[in-house]
């Protein structure tokens, strides 16, 4: 079966793999990339409308034709080398990009005007989430919070500078997953924490 080779920058500047785009309608999706590896039926009322291929994980809305929701490469944290075969007939190119890729080296590598990026972080128990947006991408990032010596992460965000939180989690972050959308991505689940905002550029000077 001939495999597509599709480049990871691309995907992060547009949110597209070539043709492969958050637009399609599930059948574009069956006559592109075949049967899913697995589904997930638990809110399906007719047909399963999360569909699974290895790290390619693709949410469909509940009403015919559909339309995808959006689409996300699970378990980022893992690319490492020079190629990620994310399907039997998708394989990336990671392009120097790896899921040690810290959140400042995304927004210093050209793919989007730094103003035009918005980096929302938030407390949640002994986590700190930190995501970027920037057209129809989002990336999760993990924190390694190890270093809070308490754990309490709320707790740490309040008493710290800006500046001084930055630095702290920008060396600590590790990919978790990203998600291209049929829309502008914005933060995770809205309302649901406390989150702060920074633009690209705010980010990468307060990093020095």
Known sequence: MTKQLL???DFLRTGT???FSPSLRMIDVASMLGPPEGWITEHA???PVYWIFGKLEISFGEEAPHRMNWFQIEEAGNLDGDFEVLTDRLVLTLDGFSG???PSEFLSAGLWAPED???FYAALS???LLNICAGPIQIH????TDFIEDGDAKKYLASSTVSQLVSDIDSRATLDSIYSYSRQAFEEIPGAFNWNLLSGRDYLMLVG
């Open 7 to 9: 480049s990871f920058r």
């Open 17 to 19: 793999f070539g043709p």
């Open 45 to 47: 009322e007719t047909i």
């Open 100 to 102: 040690h890729t810290k």
């Open 117 to 119: 990026a918005a980096v």
């Open 126 to 128: 002994d986590d700190i």
């Open 141 to 144: 990032f993990r924190i390694d």
